[in-house]
């Protein structure tokens, strides 16, 4: 839903954003700003309706509930509600760094099917290449795919999986702040680019 926003520029691989009098780079951050808007309003909403339509279903229980996390046997708890608003952090710069991506990957391939297939591959890559490729492990803590999964760097999860203990919550706040630090820099430079050629 956010890739169409940035593909709408294009006609004919060419970007009509260079004939209009605005400056490109202000169209351009107009739309990631459009686009992360659009991804966190629909997150939220799909969030909202999941917990009223199981708390309807199941109660809404306790925030102060214990989740156990999984760094040590038996392991320590936190409160749930410590849990749902850390996650909430790193799913919003994890959110922030898909729409950083599909700016980056529509800007070079100019077509939305393409752009569609690589920023799925590479999220996903990421994603699998945090749980499943073991000889990462000892990297995983720089992979920003890793972060993808909120719930799970929160309670310890993927720490434990990964016998990593530098993947916690704090370290996905860096990696995603330097990872979406670069997006930004590399779009902005590709705009400059694009203007001069």
Not at 45 to 54: G, N
Not at 67 to 89: D, Q, W
Not at 167 to 184: A, C, D, E, P, R
Request: proline fraction near 4%; aromatic fraction near 12%.
């Amino acid at each position: 839903m956010v890739v169409p926003l940035f593909m709408e520029k294009y006609q004919h691989e060419k970007n009509m954003d260079l004939l209009f009098p605005k400056n490109s780079i202000w169209l351009e951050n107009n739309r990631f700003v459009s686009g992360f808007f659009v991804m966190i309003f629909s997150f939220v909403l799909l969030i909202c309706v999941s917990v009223i339509v199981s708390g309807v279903f199941s109660g809404f229980g306790n925030l102060n509930y214990p989740v156990v996390i999984a760094r040590s046997v038996p392991g320590p708890t936190i409160p749930i509600i410590k849990v749902i608003l850390e996650a909430f952090i790193l799913q919003i710069l994890a959110l922030f760094s898909i729409v950083g991506l599909i700016q980056l990957v529509s800007n070079i391939t100019k077509i939305q099917n393409l752009t569609l297939l690589f920023v799925i591959g590479i999220s996903v890559c990421q994603t699998i290449a945090a749980s499943k490729l073991a000889f990462l492990n000892s990297i995983v803590n720089w992979i920003p795919g890793t972060y993808f999964n909120t719930v799970g760097i929160i309670d310890g999860t993927v720490a434990f999986n990964t016998n990593n203990s530098s993947v916690t919550f704090i370290s996905g706040i860096i990696v995603l702040f330097i990872y979406n630090s670069i997006l930004i820099l590399i779009n902005l430079l590709y705009n400059k680019y694009e203007k001069i050629h």
